[in-house]
């Protein structure tokens, strides 16, 4: 296992080649279509300049936001997209001199798109039935009627990508292509459950997150995705505890026997969750422990009298290479998604091969 380095702060560990792994994975998937690499949210809390920089061959990069664009813009020429648009006259000036591209999902942002006649191009979002943004499919075709050729692209998103049976999946089908067919513009439509489980339903253009970053969006560890993230923290003391005596705030845990207890230099404060179920395991000497009594804001304990007597400054892996983040996420009652990109300012990132 890596160490944590010369600090005492966790680290997540990424790995650049883990990254490209998973990437070229949804190019095979998808080799009929181009692939946008989503890098919202600080990359899923890979950091997002550094992601761009090293999946340099993505045929279009994707954000949320507008602040997001233009910081992927320091670091690429390539396109970039704003997935929630612009929602005021100040964004659409901040898209047309950092050269973004608005996917326009409601009314008011196609009239805003139109007042600012320099942009040069958009694409569309078409609400197939997720219900969160986007046109109604009469609203696309007056869009399209009024925007012409700025139009580049039409936009849908699932609802239940990673559920291939739900039959909402048929319907949000039939209602793009029909789209696609009265436009003639080209299509995306597929996340990362999208590009994995509807392969007749890729498009011209998908649009891979989690899956770049090895996690799955059904929360089932996938064997061929490749862990990109490592996230570790040091031991930062040890101590030994008799039968009886409770750990941490509210006194929720004592051993049934002896115990060696370390604390690990990580907490809720660092985006590691505060609600997780007795016998969460990390990973130390290559073993699994669990964390034991409340995790804290700084640190959590762990109960290390199973293994070897570790020392002080000695990384403990809270999910990665040696335990699946969807494994973690599922214990916690969540997904892969939230916990990496939850990690907080105060994990450094280290970038490995
Ligand atoms: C519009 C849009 N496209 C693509 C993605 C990528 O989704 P995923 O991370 O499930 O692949 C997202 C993520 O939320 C999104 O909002």
Known sequence: MTTTGMNNDPVALISRSALRQNFSLARRLAPDARVVAVVKANGYGHGMAEVVRILHDADAYAVARVSEGIEVRQVTRSQVLI???????????????????????SPEQVER????AALPQCWLKVDTGMHRFGLSPAQVLEATAK??????????????????SHELNREQFSRFDELLQQTGLPGSMANSGGVLFHPHAHYQWVRPGIMVYGSSPT??????LTATMTLQAPIVSLRHIEAGEAVGYGSSWSPAGPARIAVV???????YPREVPPDMPVVVQGQRV???????????????TSIREPMVGEPVELWGEQLPVDEVAMLAGTLGYVLMSRLTPRVRREYTE
């Open 290 to 304: 669990p964390i034991v009594g409340r995790v804290s804001m700084d640190s959590l304990m762990i109960d290390v």
């Open 147 to 164: 925007l012409g050729s700025r139009v580049r692209c039409l936009v849908t998103h699932y609802a239940n990508s990673e559920n291939q």
């Open 83 to 105: 997935l929630q648009g612009m929602i005021n006259q100040q964004e659409a000036d901040l898209c047309l001199a950092h050269q973004l591209t608005p996917v326009l999902g």
């Open 113 to 116: 798109f139109l007042q600012t």
């Open 265 to 271: 230099g990580i907490g809720y404060a660092d985006g």
């Open 219 to 224: 929360g089932v560890t996938l064997p061929q």
